[in-house]
């Protein structure tokens, strides 16, 4: 699967059939968590065939069915970029899991956080997870906004305005996609607006976006 279909395919997924990841695949996940951590200093991590995190009523209420597998997005909580590097590594991991034949879902709020296979060191943050595993279905397209409610720009190149399209196919928190396309240093930059969790979209949407020029 190109990185292209990843993005188009992608949509988030709560419920999970009872199988755990073929180990070659949680394989390469692990290859790609030390190589997003040592490029961003994150400290990322894959924990596998852990139901507790899930088992709450805050998971039950959100529909989360059979949450074995998750990204745990852990970083030094004095750096000032942490939210939008936890979004643009954490996407990286989402394509890549999409790409491998699983599904995923980024989560906030409805799981236990006091988990002892969450590895935290001191300075550390735990800014959330995002659930992995072989889906019960693909999920569903997102309603989007358009590109002109997110990028004032009025000649966009074909390779900018695939980007946004791309950008506008990304995971946002509660679907709010409260961010804007704009040129900054000569670069495509996803600036979030203000708002809870902002930063973690524009992190994601601009990982999105950056596909297209690659
Ligand atoms: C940072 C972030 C946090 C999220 N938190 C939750 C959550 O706590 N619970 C949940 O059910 N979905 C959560 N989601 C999933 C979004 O609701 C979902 O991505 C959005 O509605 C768009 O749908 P799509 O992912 O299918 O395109 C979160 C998504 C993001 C990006």
Redesign the pocket.
Known sequence: MTIEEAIKN???V?AYKDAPIAQDIVERLREEVTACNNESGLHLQLVTNDKEAFNCLMARY???KNVANYFVLVGHKNDPQLDRKC?YYGERLVLLAQQLGLNT??????FKKNNERMQLTDGEKLV?VIAVGYGETQ????KTKSISDVCAMEHLSDTFRKGIEYAL???????QQRYKIEIVDGKGTVTPKWGL?TK??AG?AQYHFDQAFV
Do not use: M
């Not at 999920?139 to 997102?142: L, S, V």
């Open positions: 992608r949509h988030a709560r959100g529909n989360f979004g879902c980024w989560v906030t709020t409805s959330c999920g569903k397209g997102h196919l990304a995971p946002s928190s509660f679907n969790y973690i979209d994601i």
